[in-house]
């Protein structure tokens, strides 16, 4: 929640200062409002850019898998039993076998150290992965 606050108020100040900067370019060069819009869109997505690369990582699914130990394939699994999907239909939207998906699901449950597929939708939503 800080970073959020922190981040949108660096924004809106970065915005003011290019407002600003705008009215000062235009008493000496009335044709650079252009240039200013310009400017402050390549910065804006520049920033964004930045903001984004340092402040969530490159890709932050691996971690997620990392902190439940679960297999991208298990995940795929974990996150249709969360639609309350049976063994059929998840197999049916993952092309793979009825079988494949009860070892799946075994393994979920094995891994999340859950007695039920209910019990380990819960426990994947508290772990932030589903």
Not at 23 to 35: C, I, Q, Y
Not at 66 to 91: C, F, P, R, W, Y
Not at 96 to 112: A, P, R, W
């Amino acid at each position: 929640m800080k970073q959020t606050i922190l981040i949108f108020g660096s924004l809106a100040a970065a915005i003011f200062i290019l407002f600003e900067l705008n009215k000062v370019s235009l008493w000496g060069f009335p044709d650079a409002a252009e240039f200013f819009i310009v400017l402050s869109g390549v910065l804006f997505i520049l920033v964004g850019f930045l903001l984004n690369r340092f402040l969530f990582g490159k890709n932050p699914k691996p971690r997620i898998l990392k902190k439940s130990k679960l297999s991208k394939q298990e995940h795929k699994v974990l996150l249709l039993m969360t639609d309350g999907l049976s063994n059929n239909e998840i197999a049916e939207r993952l092309f793979i076998s009825e079988s494949t998906v009860k070892t799946h699901v075994s393994h979920i449950l094995t891994k999340l150290k859950a007695k039920r597929r209910t019990e380990a939708v819960k426990i994947g939503r508290d772990l932030d992965i589903v």
